[in-house]
């Protein structure tokens, strides 16, 4: 008999929270899907996302962070976490999409703004964007590793602009800077702590 045969759902649910949170994810995993075997619900798809983003299994993530979103279209932080993950696998025009959607929706505030914000860096307007990012950490009181996320993504836009312009000064030679941007523009060079973490940290 499987010890999760005496627990009821609830019980079940914190205990993949708590797995999670001791960075036990296989354990974390086969909580949450008894729970979404016990009952079909948009949190219990939104945390096994989660945790398969944590491992790297970023398809799985996506796929079950649109089916949260399905079940529960007014789950604003999964909406804005799947855009995340269209990133970090390069899908920046899904990612795009989203933020739309976000920016002029019932999301919480720091939500829009977080999303006007990606949008403007995306359309190359990276200084108005940081300054919108910014503004959303400041609004952002309930979820800070979203903020922490966030953070990362301005730290890596600044040091992206910092490297540019060394290089112009090195090589004196404005084209090829903005040929390269052309390029390679700044949401490419995006780092989501979340889904990204270095080795050395872990």
Known sequence: MKFTENLNLDELFHCALSASEQGDHAQSIT???????????????????????????????????????????????AKFQLSLLYLTVSNIEEAVKVW????????????????????YIQEGNTYLG??????????????N??????????QSLEE???????????EDNESKLEDKSNKDSAINKIFISKYQQNDNEN
């Open 31 to 77: 909580l949450l899907k008894e729970c979404i075997q016990q009952e079909d619900r948009a949190i219990y798809y939104y945390m096994l996302a989660a945790e398969h983003a944590e491992i790297g299994l970023y398809q799985y993530a996506i796929e079950e962070m649109t089916l949260a979103i399905n079940k529960d279209p007014s789950l604003w932080i």
């Open 100 to 119: 739309y959607e976000l920016k002029d929706s019932n999301a919480n505030s720091y939500l829009r703004i977080f999303a006007e914000g990606l949008v």
């Open 130 to 143: 940081i300054k919108k990012l910014k503004e959303g950490i400041e609004a952002n009181k309930e979820n």
């Open 145 to 154: 590793p979203l903020n922490n996320d966030i953070n990362n993504i301005i």
């Open 160 to 170: 992206n602009d910092i490297n540019e312009k060394a290089q112009v000064n090195d």
